[in-house]
């Protein structure tokens, strides 16, 4: 069974950082996409970046320049560096693994909180 989980997340002051982490078991770490999302309470669930197996990388433009993705298949694992974190970044953040970089894959974890307060 697929299983993906995300910590590092929490309560942080406008212009701080946070660093979001996401293990994966099983074949996961065989996806040639992964990805982060985010999402607010009545908003659709939004793409902040997304990283091939090649490192190939791709992020949402409100975040373009302060988060980076990373991913290590070796341990299984990909991150989320977020720097100059704004009030607007707060949401729950979702890791994600599939197939397609213009759309989420079907393997989600359950999603970590991020708030930023002003």
């Known amino acids: 069974q697929v299983q993906m989980a995300e910590s590092g997340g929490g309560l942080v002051q406008d212009g701080g950082s946070l660093t979001l982490s996401c293990a994966a078991s099983?074949?996961?770490?065989?996806?040639?996409?992964m990805g982060w999302y985010r999402q607010v309470p009545g908003k659709q669930r939004e793409l902040v970046a997304t990283i091939t197996r090649d490192a190939d990388t791709r992020y949402a433009d409100s975040v373009k320049g302060r988060f980076t993705i990373y991913r290590d298949d070796a341990k299984t694992l990909m991150t989320l560096q977020m720097n100059n974190l704004k009030p607007e970044d707060t949401g729950v953040y979702y890791c994600?693994?599939?197939?397609?970089?213009?759309?989420?894959?079907?393997?989600w974890g359950q999603g970590t909180q991020v708030t930023v307060s002003s």
């Open positions: 994600n693994a599939g197939t397609n970089v213009n759309s989420a894959g079907p393997y």
């Open positions: 099983g074949y996961i770490f065989s996806a040639p996409v």
